[in-house]
């Protein structure tokens, strides 16, 4: 039987007269990755606060691990804000031995797993530099690794990805993928919808504060159908709304077939205006075509 390891309910939180959280419940179960997503302004970051006491909900019940967050918790968890912040003048191995030792490590096995983390990201070299003299994205593994140093129960995100490259990027989705396979439940917030699509098992997607598609990720997808054809190709897509709506990028499109069209009825105008495709799969439409469409 599933395990709630975060349950949110009925959650209202107002800034003065502003309402920024309208009812929003949903719940995180132990041992899976879970997405948390919203344009800007929608009230991610806000529920997460309010889950983690740093801010107060005007109203509802937020639980972890089936009480209310206090610091007694602060061992299980792992959490990274939006909003980075390093000692900038201490060393890189000093600080995380020292955030180790703060979530309850001794200095042998903190320096032993700083150490690890370091050759995992390639920052074994700068061990005694000055955080300072880091570049941002090696400042932002050294958050990283901060935040999983104690190796937490629940591990949340809030846009880890930011200021990445890809191959970065690539190899923090491999870490938290690895996270989650060694028993840690991962909650992260991102606008990168194809790392939702790749590691994330459900997830929650809120708009203007209110919750608006929720569940496994396979299922909130084919809530909006089956019939989006993926499609590689070479040419210039030509529009034509009577058959179709389409987003494309680096010759690759998803296209939406209109009311009653077909989509062997789109690849034959595709042909007949030369377009050459390599590959065209029909599928549900992707998180990033659904995010368009509802926010």
């Known amino acids: ?14 800034f003065g007269s502003t309402e920024v959280l309208h009812d929003l419940s949903f719940e995180v179960e ?38 209310p967050f ?41 320096t032993k797993r700083a150490y690890e983390y370091l050759e995992r990201v390639d920052l ?10 880091l570049s941002s994205g090696q400042q932002q593994k050294i958050q990283l690794g901060i935040t999983i140093i104690n190796r937490p129960r629940l591990l949340i995100l809030d846009e880890p990805t ?15 993928t690895e996270l989650n396979k060694a028993g840690s439940t991962v909650v992260f ?6 790392e939702v699509e790749k590691i994330a098992d459900r997830l929650v997607m809120i708009k203007e504060g209110r919750g608006i598609l929720y569940g496994n990720v396979d299922e909130v997808k084919r809530q909006f159908g089956i019939n989006t054809i993926h ?7 030509p529009e034509n709304s009577q058959l179709y709506t ?6 690759f499109a998803e296209i939406t077939p209109q009311k009653n069209i077909t989509s062997e009825a789109i690849i034959r105008f595709l042909l007949e205006k030369d377009i050459k495709i390599s590959k065209f799969q029909i599928a549900a439409p992707s998180l990033q075509e659904i995010f368009i469409k509802v926010s």
């Open 246 to 251: 389409f987003t494309t990028q680096n010759h």
């Open 189 to 194: 917030i991102t606008h990168q919808m194809e």
């Open 30 to 67: 132990e041992g899976e990755i879970f997405a948390f997503l919203g344009a800007n302004g929608s009230g991610k970051t806000t529920t997460i606060r309010c889950l983690l006491g740093i801010c107060k909900a005007s109203s509802g019940e937020l639980l972890i691990d089936n009480q």
């Open 231 to 237: 499609l590689n190709y070479r040419g210039d897509l």
């Open 124 to 133: 074994l070299d700068k061990s005694n530099t000055e955080i300072k003299k």
């Open 162 to 176: 930011k200021g990445l490259d890809p191959v970065n990027r690539s190899l923090l989705m491999n870490m938290l």
């Open 70 to 110: 206090d610091y007694s918790l602060t061992s299980m968890l792992g959490y990274l804000p939006e909003e980075r912040g390093l000692y900038t003048t201490s060393r890189v191995l000093e600080t995380m031995v020292y955030f180790g030792e703060i979530k309850g490590l001794n200095r042998k096995e903190a």
């Open 1 to 14: 039987m599933s395990h709630n390891i975060i349950s949110i309910s009925n959650l209202y939180k107002s």
